[in-house]
């Protein structure tokens, strides 16, 4: 009889609680840009070799393929060109670059509640990447991605909490010319969000014409400069250690309207990289200053994320391989040397190698996701709904991440330590009084701060209730749950100048 009366008590205090939460105020346990850090492959002694090592390539082996506008402004700022045409950067010049370079910035959102700082030891998860194929929600094969997808991901990520930018995800191959590609990207992402984005320019000459509609959508010339709301997404080296004239234009043209720099260093261990992991980091390292170079020659201080991102390639076939121990040490430890260096860091995780939503996905995203995210990286790409190695594009793989993210984010967490989590007063008043937790406040508030709990998507059921709800695996779930959402989710965010956008630009959605 006392057992019985003590779990009477005991389920009392279970739905007490549970009343008590359905009213408690939201809290997150989970927010976005939380501090990392917690994570160092590298000791300090590791990081000075790899730096020393990447100033040295600068300054001996040097940089290929200059553009020669960008070879006399270098020159004119201490670096040196060889008679091989190659431009040689002093370890001095380096050094002083790293110094006056730009350390944060705002990254604003149409909406403020968006704006996010890049830079510190806060860490973000973002989208990323130019799949040409996307994983279709009907028949689960893949197939030609469309500008409609791109648009489908965009409204998508936007009605997800732990996407704090969204980049184009995947590329519309049912749009053949270059400039109309650029323009109708750009145009589905500030049609299906307000969240930063970031876009890729192919050519210098779509820079101006993408500006300028961003500013009629913010309303009016020059808008877009007060608060730059889209990062462009350049890859100005060509590994190994040439740079690229077409990214360079581009770049020149980005900064002549204040278009912040995401500067991709994408290097491949064995192919274009060196196949050793410090020899990697370090040569990546080198290409990754000297697009740092690149626009602080012409621009000190100019927002720039400092983007190594080492990929790796399995070297018995010469595929890409998106995920693995391998490509998260690479790209944990690079976010380590960027931050070491006080530069707001870039990196890239979470880029399945699987082709289904399955184990494979879990087991790649969750594992690279995390240790880049408690290595502090500031701005991680490709974070969402990247399958296929960077071929495909998944709607459930996005839904699916951002709930994987909560658990990254409340990891990156961590524990608070205080009189208050301690909880004395809470052990001594169970211990003294019901025997049990369950219900008291110090239950409650921790339950609300300290606990993420999962939403439909992941299964806590118990078996039979699991079978008897048709054992619905967590692809099946994620694909209802993203025909709701894209159901229900139509924002159109410049229906106030969307008839003035069409009249000047071939919009095709």
Not at 120 to 132: E, I, N
Not at 300 to 329: A, H, K
Not at 413 to 439: D, Q
Not at 454 to 465: E, F, G, I, V, Y
Request: hydrophobic share 40%; charged share 20%.
């Amino acid at each position: 009889m006392p057992r019985r009366t003590r779990k009477k008590g005991q389920l009392s205090a279970r739905q007490a609680m549970h009343a008590k939460r359905a009213v408690a105020p939201e809290i997150n346990p989970c927010p976005a840009g939380v501090p990392g850090g917690q994570y160092q492959p590298l000791t300090e002694s590791d990081i000075k070799q790899i730096v020393a090592n990447g100033f040295k390539i600068l300054a001996e082996i040097g940089m290929g393929d200059v553009p020669q506008a960008l070879s006399d402004q270098a020159v004119s700022k201490g670096a040196q060109l060889g008679s091989n045409g190659r431009l040689y950067y002093p370890q001095s010049m380096v050094e002083d670059t790293i110094a006056g370079a730009c350390k944060s910035f705002e990254l604003f959102g149409r909406d403020p509640k968006h704006d996010i700082t890049v830079g510190g030891d806060s860490v973000y998860f973002g989208t990323g990447g130019a799949a040409v194929q996307t994983l279709d929600l009907d028949t689960h094969s893949y197939r030609a991605a469309t500008l409609k997808d791109l648009y489908d991901f965009t409204r998508l990520a936007d009605s997800l909490t732990n996407i704090s930018w969204f980049t184009r995800c995947c590329v519309a191959t049912d749009i053949a010319d270059i400039k109309e590609l650029d323009i109708n990207t750009a145009y589905a992402l500030i049609k299906g969000t307000t969240k930063p984005i970031g876009t890729s320019f192919t050519v210098a000459d779509t820079v101006d014409p993408i500006i300028d509609m961003f500013d009629i959508a913010l309303g009016g010339r020059g808008k877009f400069r007060e608060r730059p709301f889209c990062k462009a997404h350049i890859s100005p080296v060509i590994s190994p250690l040439r740079y690229g004239d077409d990214a360079f234009e581009v770049a020149l043209a980005c900064m002549n309207r204040g278009v912040p720099l995401n500067n991709i260093i994408a290097a491949q261990s064995g192919a274009t990289s060196p196949a050793t992991l410090a020899g990697m980091l370090s040569c990546t390292l080198a290409e990754t200053l000297a697009a740092l170079l690149m626009v602080n020659v012409y621009s000190p201080g100019y927002p720039m994320i400092f983007s190594n991102w080492p990929f790796v390639i399995d070297l018995r076939t010469g595929s890409f391989c998106g995920s693995g121990g391998e490509i998260t040490l690479l790209n944990a430890a690079s976010a380590q040397i960027s931050n070491w260096l006080g530069l707001p860091s870039g990196s890239a995780s979470s880029m399945s190698d699987s082709k289904a939503v399955d184990a494979q996905m879990g087991m790649e995203k969750s594992m690279s996701s995390l240790g880049v995210g408690l290595a502090g990286c500031n701005m991680i790409y490709e974070s969402s709904g990247m399958m296929a190695s960077l071929l495909g594009a998944s709607f459930e793989a996005m839904l699916i991440d951002d709930e994987m993210l909560s658990q990254v984010y409340r990891t990156i967490r961590g524990i608070e330590v205080n009189e208050e989590t301690l909880g004395f007063e809470a052990i001594k008043e169970a211990v003294n009084g019901e025997g049990h937790f369950l219900g008291s406040q110090h239950t409650m508030n921790a339950m609300q701060r300290d606990y993420f709990w999962p939403s439909t998507l992941t299964d806590r059921q118990q078996p039979a209730a699991w079978e008897e709800g048709g054992k619905q695996d967590m692809w099946q779930r994620a694909n209802t749950k993203v025909r709701e959402i894209l159901q229900s989710h139509q924002p159109d965010y410049i229906s106030h100048v969307d008839e003035k956008i069409k009249n000047a630009y071939p919009i095709l959605l």
